[in-house]
């Protein structure tokens, strides 16, 4: 079992709705992420949250909008999506934040459709 | 900044046969590098990292993976593998420094056949 926790595990929405994407994790680490996996493909990055602040946006639509509320919870706010925003989202944890040697912990993600 | 090149986007091994995932990577500084693996409908999984030291690393499960700096090359090998390591393989590499940004390979995806 992960130690990350996604929900929902599959969402369909269409371009006009407002949804979000819900990510906790109980090991006491620092430092959370946002990732986007397209079919075949490696996950890319979208945000990093390092103690609680956003540390790194990789030039990420507006329509993506990140919220980190504590530092156990990670949620990922969807608006005004398309069809091409349809993947697999990941969310992912590390002890700390800003250091290479930390293993990320990912969680299991959430199949996003966008109709 | 830096690179990770996989070889092969798919490898086909026969069950008990031994198997090599090939990983190259590119960087101008000193960096870390990882495994990970994605089993069907689950998220990534650390499989075994390289952080300092030993060249070569294990994991709990048979893998290995060797560090060889010459040839900038951290390969992934089993000797006898299982219907269960069906999976995609990703190697990574972060620098020793700076921001926690993993580069991913493209991944190799493992299939095993009976």
């Known amino acids: 079992d992960t130690e990350v926790t996604q929900t929902p595990k599959h969402l369909v929405m269409g371009m006009t709705n407002k949804k979000s994407l819900k990510c906790e994790q109980h090991m006491g680490h620092r430092a959370m992420y946002w990732y986007k996996q397209k079919a075949k493909k490696p996950p890319e990055l979208m945000f990093v949250y390092s103690y609680e602040k956003l540390s790194i946006n990789e030039s990420v639509p507006s329509r993506f909008s990140p919220e980190c509320p504590n530092s156990s919870l990670l949620n990922l706010h969807l608006h005004a999506l398309q069809p091409e925003d349809s993947a697999l989202y990941l969310c992912?944890?590390?002890?700390?934040?800003?250091?290479?040697?930390?293993?990320?912990?990912f969680g299991n993600g959430t199949r996003l459709t966008v109709t | 900044a830096q690179s990770v090149t996989q070889l092969d986007s798919q490898v086909p091994v026969f069950e008990e046969a031994p198997v090599e995932l090939r990983c190259n990577y590119s960087s101008s500084v000193s960096v870390y590098l990882f495994w990970y693996v994605q089993y069907p409908n689950q998220g990534l999984q650390l499989l075994l990292k390289?952080?300092?030291?030993?060249?070569l690393v294990e994991s709990i499960n048979g893998f290995e993976a060797e560090f060889n700096k010459s040839q900038t090359s951290f390969h992934l090998r089993k000797p006898s593998v299982h219907i269960s390591d069906t999976a995609e393989y990703f190697c990574a590499v972060t620098s020793i420094q700076g921001a926690q940004k993993l580069v991913f390979g493209q991944g190799t995806r493992l299939t095993i056949n009976p």
């Open positions: 992912a944890s590390s002890q700390e934040g800003g250091q290479g040697y930390s293993p990320l912990h």
């Open positions: 390289y952080l300092s030291g030993s060249t």
